[in-house]
């Protein structure tokens, strides 16, 4: 079982439009990171969020923590097709430093 | 700057070879990690080392070994190769972890074992 859910698996969206992503947990963590993996490379940070209810913006991507530090989200505004890649939630539990990493939601952006 | 480079690419195994994935970091990180990546199933921690010459395992250790010897290096040994090892396997290095340090990727080994 994974420790951090994420959903949905799968999106694929129109060039314009908004989508979310989810990534959920029972555990409490101290600090979530969302990471971007294009095909055939490694995942690259995007941002790291350390306070319950914490909201993150760059550029078109919004990142919030809940308030619990159980829950993140990543919203995404006016998709473009460069914004096509697997969207990796990873989290530190407060009783560690390693990174526990979500299964991954593949996004896809139709021009 | 190279960052993570990680070699081979691409290996296809028989069942029963053993391999070397060769993982090297140029950014002084003392942490590294390997972690391999199946569908479906996000990245999975396989060892890290805090430092020379300090290993541990992480959650799936099982037919894998490492060494730290240098700061630098951090080479992952299959022995035995099984079809439930065909994976893509990562490299990742970053400073001493505060919760809030970024890992750094490597491009990845695509292994199958036939």
């Known amino acids: 079982t994974q420790l951090l859910e994420q959903s949905p698996q799968f999106l694929s969206i129109q060039e314009g439009e908004n989508l979310t992503v989810y990534c959920n947990s029972s555990?409490?963590?101290?600090?979530l990171q969302w990471y971007r993996q294009e095909p055939g490379e490694g995942p690259v940070l995007l941002v790291t969020v350390v306070t319950g209810g914490e909201v993150k913006k760059l550029k078109r991507l919004t990142f919030q923590f809940g308030d619990a530090r159980k829950d993140s989200s990543l919203h995404i505004t006016a998709a473009q097709p460069g914004d096509t890649g697997l969207y990796l939630c990873a989290g530190v539990l407060s009783n560690d430093y390693k990174l526990s990493f979500g299964a991954g939601t593949t996004v896809t952006v139709r021009a | 700057n190279a960052g993570v480079t990680q070699t081979p690419k691409f290996r296809i195994l028989k069942i029963g070879q053993s391999m070397t994935l060769q993982c090297a970091q140029d950014?002084?990180?003392?942490?590294m990690y390997w972690y391999r990546q199946d569908p479906g199933m996000g990245l999975k921690l396989i060892y890290y080392?805090?430092?020379?010459?300090?290993?541990d395992k992480g959650e799936v250790p099982n037919g894998y070994n490492v060494s730290r010897s240098t700061t630098e290096d951090f080479p992952l040994r299959l022995e035995l190769a099984a079809p439930s090892q065909t994976s893509v396997y990562f490299c990742?290095?970053?400073?001493?972890?505060?919760?809030?340090?970024?890992?750094?990727f490597g491009p990845g080994t695509r292994l199958t074992v036939t």
């Open positions: 950014m002084n990180h003392n942490y």
């Open positions: 990742a290095s970053s400073r001493p972890p505060t919760g809030v340090d970024e890992q750094y």
């Open positions: 555990s409490v963590f101290s600090s």
């Open positions: 080392s805090v430092g020379a010459g300090i290993t």
